[in-house]
């Protein structure tokens, strides 16, 4: 180059043109741009050369006005129509005579201009442009439409986005609802980030945000983490602060497909043909049903039939949803993906869609039902001495909730003599089962209910009512396990190991009541589900299923199609091999919803406690967790819930203590106590 040459660079990714003033070292040369200020560049940072003629800086922005007259981007696409169909490359001057007809310096430098710009009809290779074919054209031009497209769309909803978080009602289209899908969807593993206490390095490596995300929450100016997403969901009003992360994180199905709620519908206004045809008709008989309040899915009922030899004989009156549901059909296999219903304080997720579940699925008061009956004659000592399964039809005589059976039992009412009848029976099965080696561990078991924004907590009490329910549906899973054990019958058996339970001096030195009980129950193995018969050592039983639930758990819905079908005199549906096999999906999926059912459980414990934070609670030191660290758990009494709690001041298994909850984050699934002295303990009751 020699003085006076007119360069054009790049500063910061804009083109800007300079004049060379003098060479500096042995390849840098000095150049002063149309501002009179000098840059230091090299050779290789020059994109262009204006041959021809030598130039002053003053005289730049001249030049740049000349060429600025011939900046017309759709001049280019004539020049490629013209050279397309030969395929011929040109240079900046070449294109010049063809656009202009003229390759005077600012004219030939309009054309580089337009040429390197060009991202559409052209493309460089060396010092020459080669044409791109009417194919590629096509390509790229489809390209920046649905680039422009993309980005129009993008605009469009930051702006609904904008006026979402204002407060302000908008409604979402389908791209819209796919990107707050996306968020949605990172923001749920927050709850796998709380539960393995990740810092924002480990976070960033486990959990980086998809690209979709990372682009909205940098739009909006936040941080692309779980805890920005979900609080970005908050103020778009899509979430509650309270959101579910468990379920959300979980398999758990929330909504069901409308062609499963289409056979619902048809199902619920006209019932099908019933594939049995010789139901014992038992609508004679008084049927007690005996639930909570608050339970819609009636699935047991409770009779006692005075026999003329002067024995009682006990039915079990199971309800019958396989009446409606067939294997293989969309009801069962959406059961089966299902696998339980899961109780959670907001509300069910129901293995049945609800219209099924608490219709014609329920043992519904006053009303012809189908059921799977389980009629038992026990001995004085309250084993089982005879027993028969029969698909029925019953007509449930009285919907009683546990309270009412307990003022019915208290009272001693004379005009119903079957409830005490069913008691009696049910205290001699508990006495026959403890001779058996069962292990009865009674802990508190709090209830959570959330309605709107009040959370109750209630303790279930482990009540006579209770008792007599639970006592009758472990004879009738005995009663289920002894038939198919007897004919052969592949079931989901229920077994448990015998523990290794403290020895008898060991459990002595604990208090009585739930110190004793908990430490019971660390020794207590997992229940084991197999289609091998197997002892149940905790229930103190030989061999045991469970069949009393079919509406809401799909294991026993399992053992209702195998034994129904052998009463008909029909192969059961499932030979062992495909029985072990969906066992092993669904004992997944049901482990699944306990854990989101405890879970989510735990979070709305801890929001009580954060709201009555400055309650004094009575608690129990059950047992150390970390001794060493002076980690234990407590029991609330009035609550029902364990907890655990690092102590300061020494303590004893089975010590009473008042405490006060210093911080609790359910959110973070943090909850800290504090220990109160005696002088503490009246004013903040107070």
């Keep these: 180059m020699e003085k006076g040459t007119l360069i054009e660079f790049r500063l910061h990714g804009e083109r800007r043109l300079a004049v060379t003033e003098?060479?500096?070292g042995k390849t840098h040369w000095i150049v002063v741009d149309d501002k009179n200020q000098s840059h230091t560049i090299h050779p290789r940072q020059i994109t262009y050369e204006v041959a021809g003629q030598s130039y002053k800086p003053a005289q730049i922005s001249s030049f740049l006005q000349e060429v600025q007259r011939y900046l017309d981007p759709t001049s280019i696409e004539v020049a490629w129509e013209l050279l397309v169909e030969d395929g011929t490359t040109v240079t900046p001057m070449e294109m010049a005579?063809?656009?202009?007809?003229?390759?005077?310096?600012?004219?030939?430098?309009?054309?580089?201009?337009?040429?390197?710009?060009?991202?559409?009809?052209?493309?460089?290779?060396?010092?020459?442009?080669?044409?791109?074919?009417?194919?590629?054209?096509?390509?790229?031009?489809?390209?920046?439409?649905?680039?422009?497209?993309?980005?129009?769309?993008?605009?469009?909803?930051?702006?609904?986005?904008?006026?979402?978080i204002a407060g302000e009602q908008v409604e979402w289209d389908r791209r819209d609802r796919q990107r707050l899908e996306a968020i949605e969807k990172y923001a749920a593993v927050l709850a796998d980030v709380i539960r393995a206490g990740l810092n924002q390095e480990s976070l960033n490596r486990a959990y980086p945000p998809p690209a979709s995300v990372l682009e909205t929450m940098n739009d909006l100016g936040r941080p692309g983490t779980p805890q920005a997403?979900?609080?970005?969901?908050?103020?778009?009003?899509?979430?509650?602060?309270?959101?579910?992360?468990?379920?959300?994180?979980?398999?758990?199905?929330?909504?069901?497909?409308d062609k499963v709620l289409d056979v619902a519908k048809q199902y619920?206004?006209?019932?099908?043909?019933?594939?049995?045809?010789?139901?014992?008709?038992?609508?004679?008989?008084?049927?007690?049903?005996?639930?909570?309040?608050?339970?819609?899915?009636?699935?047991d009922g409770l009779s006692v039939e005075y026999l003329e030899d002067g024995r009682q004989k006990l039915w079990i009156h199971i309800a019958d949803p396989s009446r409606l549901v067939s294997p293989g059909d969309e009801l069962d296999l959406e059961a089966r993906r299902r696998t339980t219903t899961v109780y959670l304080p907001t509300g069910?997720?129901?293995?049945?869609?609800?219209?099924?579940?608490?219709?014609?699925?329920?043992?519904?008061?006053?009303?012809?039902?189908?059921?799977?009956?389980?009629?038992?004659?026990?001995?004085?000592?309250?084993?089982v001495q005879e027993y028969g399964i029969q698909a029925s039809i019953i007509k449930p005589t009285y919907r009683l909730t546990y309270e009412d059976v307990d003022e019915m039992l208290q009272l001693g009412i004379q005009g119903e003599p079957e409830i005490a009848a069913i008691a009696k029976w049910?205290?001699?099965?508990?006495?026959?089962?403890?001779?058996?080696?069962?292990?009865?561990?009674?802990?508190?078991?709090?209830?959570?209910?959330?309605?709107?924004?009040?959370?109750?907590?209630?303790?279930?009490?482990?009540?006579?009512?209770?008792?007599?329910?639970?006592?009758?549906?472990?004879?009738?899973?005995?009663?289920?396990?002894?038939?198919?054990?007897?004919?052969?019958?592949?079931?989901p058996f229920r077994s448990q190991p015998r523990p290794e339970l403290p020895s008898e001096e060991e459990l002595l030195q604990l208090p009585a009541g739930p110190v004793r009980y908990c430490a019971m129950r660390g020794c207590m193995p997992r229940s084991e589900m197999s289609t091998t018969p197997?002892?149940?050592?905790?229930?103190?039983?030989?061999?045991?299923?469970?069949?009393?639930?079919?509406?809401?758990?799909?294991?026993?819905?399992?053992?209702?199609?195998?034994?129904?079908?052998?009463?008909?005199?029909?192969?059961?549906?499932?030979?062992?091999?495909?029985?072990?096999?969906?066992?092993?999906?669904?004992?997944?999926?049901?482990?699944?919803?306990r854990l989101v059912e405890r879970q989510t459980n735990r979070y709305w414990g801890l929001e009580y406690l954060r709201r009555h934070a400055d309650q004094v609670w009575q608690a129990l030191m059950l047992r150390w967790l970390r001794e060493d660290d002076r980690l234990g758990l407590i029991l609330l009494e009035d609550l029902g819930l364990e907890l655990a709690m690092r102590f300061t001041k020494s303590v004893k298994l089975g010590d009473r203590l008042s405490v006060s909850v210093s911080h609790s984050d359910p959110r973070q699934d943090v909850i800290q106590f504090r220990q109160l002295v005696d002088q503490e303990v009246q004013p903040a009751a107070t």
Excluded at 131 to 153: G, N, Y
Excluded at 247 to 252: A, P
Excluded at 441 to 460: C, F, Q, S, W, Y
Aim: hydrophobic letters at 40%; glycine letters at 6%.
């Design 229 to 257: 997403a979900f609080q970005l969901l908050v103020d778009l009003g899509l979430w509650s602060p309270h959101e579910n992360l468990y379920v959300r994180r979980s398999q758990i199905p929330v909504h069901f497909s």
């Design 348 to 383: 069910m997720i129901p293995m049945f869609p609800p219209e099924l579940a608490t219709g014609p699925m329920s043992l519904v008061q006053g009303k012809i039902c189908s059921a799977l009956s389980f009629g038992v004659i026990l001995d004085e000592v309250g084993a």
């Design 426 to 491: 049910a205290k001699l099965r508990q006495l026959w089962r403890q001779s058996q080696g069962a292990i009865n561990i009674h802990m508190p078991e709090a209830m959570i209910k959330v309605n709107g924004d009040e959370i109750t907590i209630d303790i279930l009490e482990d009540s006579p009512a209770r008792q007599l329910v639970a006592e009758m549906m472990i004879l009738t899973g005995e009663v289920a396990a002894k038939y198919a054990k007897a004919h052969d019958i592949p079931l």
């Design 97 to 164: 005579s063809v656009l202009f007809s003229d390759q005077s310096p600012p004219l030939v430098y309009a054309a580089h201009c337009l040429l390197s710009e060009d991202k559409l009809y052209f493309k460089q290779k060396g010092d020459r442009y080669e044409p791109r074919s009417a194919t590629q054209v096509a390509d790229l031009k489809h390209q920046i439409e649905v680039e422009q497209e993309r980005r129009t769309s993008r605009q469009e909803f930051m702006a609904r986005l904008t006026k979402a």
């Design 268 to 299: 619920a206004k006209e019932t099908p043909s019933d594939l049995e045809d010789n139901r014992l008709d038992l609508t004679h008989l008084k049927v007690y049903t005996i639930d909570d309040e608050s339970t819609k899915e009636i699935d």
């Design 534 to 593: 197997g002892r149940h050592a905790g229930l103190g039983l030989e061999t045991y299923t469970q069949v009393t639930s079919p509406i809401r758990r799909y294991s026993d819905l399992l053992a209702h199609f195998q034994l129904k079908a052998h009463l008909r005199g029909e192969p059961t549906p499932f030979s062992a091999q495909e029985l072990q096999e969906v066992m092993l999906g669904i004992g997944t999926a049901a482990q699944e919803a």
């Design 22 to 24: 003098r060479p500096e």
